[in-house]
């Protein structure tokens, strides 16, 4: 079946701190690849997305590269901002099918 | 263009009750979907539709039903709440075209955060 793993948070980093959020994923074919980022008392918006293998996703300064060696799509970010402080949700989604599979997501404080 | 809708934004129910939360898109959108969030657990999809009469369960559909009588609306009912619906339920959609092989990202509302006491 499909399934996105994420690791577990909250994360705290300084302001300017190098930021990775870990995520794998199972998936039956080959999945598009999402990370979404929720801010306090708000829906999802997407942030980045990937539909093949070695793609790269970029937005904002945030970047994730399609690995289909190793079944992942870490977030990254050189340099994070106060403004950054949101919850981080990875998923995948079946070609064809559009559903979605969502990662327990990655609470991310940041720090002046 | 307004995007996705929710209503209410706020809900409290007591055990038993039914209601009713509402979803429109204004984009046209084929594909539309429920999900709730709960701590912890990320978003766990209830039901989903891929176009006007076509629905099918996802992963939590048990307490849940929905309809989808026209390409903006999708609403979501809850038959008979219980303390364990309690949570932030969310719509979304997106453009759905069968076959090409392409996935396109979703389209979330603001959510609406339901209480069952």
Known sequence: GNSVTQMEGPVTLSEEAFLTINCTYTATGYPSLFWYVQYPGEGLQLLLKATKADDKGSNKGFEAT????TTSFHLEKGSVQVSDSAVYFCALSEKNFNKFYFGSGTKLNVKP | NAGVTQTPKF???KTGQSMTLQCAQDMNHEYMS???QD???GLRLIHYSVGAGITDQGEV???YNVSRSTTEDFPLRLLSAAPSQTSVYFCASSPFFAGTGVSYEQ???PGTRL???
């Open chain 1, 66 to 69: 399609y690995r289909k060696e």
């Open chain 2, 11 to 13: 809900q409290v129910l």
């Open chain 2, 34 to 36: 429920w999900y709730r």
């Open chain 2, 39 to 41: 701590p912890g657990m």
């Open chain 2, 61 to 63: 559909p048990n307490g």
């Open chain 2, 107 to 109: 389209y979330f509302g």
């Open chain 2, 115 to 117: 209480t069952v006491t």
